[in-house]
Every structure is written in structure tokens, then in C-alpha cells.
């Protein structure tokens, strides 16, 4: 008797199943995982959110900081980790009354500036892109 369905799965047992199968799931990884940075050396950063300049200074920042490039202030609502334009008052920590401006320079005791970590080796490459482009109108 033929069977007119003969998609993979229906009734393999009949039809006598020679066929390889593959063994489903993730192919084992050979050298371990890898990705973006995998190995690579990072360093924590403190950015501004306005102009980008990295602040090295960035464990007690006071509450008139401003900063070196733009001028615009670090101690901040924007520049915290807890901002989040998502909640009550736009930040993670809970609190009974929100702060009014979130560009300007507060005193909040919950601040704490936002550290991200960055790649040493994509500054590298951009200063070798530059170098190589400067090196092509070098008379």
C-alpha cells in the first residue's frame, strides 16, 4: 500500500527509514566560543552623554562638575546609571519626588555615574585608519 503523504516524520517505520538523519541541536563548538571582544582587553569609561569625552576621574564626581569640552553638567540625571526614560520619574531608584530637569546639575544622593565598558583595541584601529588616510595626501 503507497502512502501519499511522504514528508519527513509521518510514518518513517513503514517506508523502511535508510535514510541519514542528522543529529539535531547545536553543532559542538570546536574552539570554544567566540565573539565580538572575546579575549580582548577592555577599560571602564565615563563618558559624557552630550559631546562623548572620556573622564578618567570618575569614582566621586561633585555635584558642580561640568564637562571639560562641552561644559554641559556631569553630576547629572543623564550621565546616571540609574536614568531610565522608561519609569516613574525617569529613574530605576524609587523616589517620592522627581527631579525636575534631568540635564542640569542636581545634588541626588542615588547618583552614580554610568561606566561602560570599552575595547582598547577599536581605538587602535580607529588611530591606524587615520594615520593610513593621513598617510595618503603626505607629499
Not at 579575549?39 to 563618558?47: I, L, M
Amino acid at each position: 500500500m503507497s502512502r501519499k503523504y511522504s514528508q519527513k516524520g509521518y510514518d518513517e517505520e513503514s517506508r523502511g527509514g535508510s535514510r541519514d538523519r542528522r543529529p539535531s541541536g547545536p553543532r559542538p563548538s570546536r574552539e570554544g566560543p567566540r565573539g565580538r571582544g572575546f579575549g580582548a582587553t577592555r577599560s571602564d569609561v565615563f563618558r559624557c552623554r552630550d559631546c562623548g569625552t572620556a573622564h578618567s576621574q570618575f569614582q566621586e564626581i561633585p555635584p558642580d562638575a561640568a564637562c571639560s569640552r562641552c561644559g554641559k553638567a556631569l553630576h547629572s540625571c543623564v550621565n546616571c546609571t540609574n536614568f531610565d526614560a522608561s519609569r516613574r520619574f525617569e529613574c530605576r531608584v524609587v523616589l517620592a519626588v522627581g527631579v525636575a530637569s534631568k540635564t542640569k546639575a542636581n545634588s541626588c544622593e542615588h547618583y552614580q555615574p554610568k561606566i561602560v565598558q570599552e575595547f582598547d583595541s577599536d581605538a587602535k584601529k580607529d588611530d591606524d585608519a587615520r594615520s593610513a588616510f593621513d598617510a595618503l595626501f603626505d607629499l
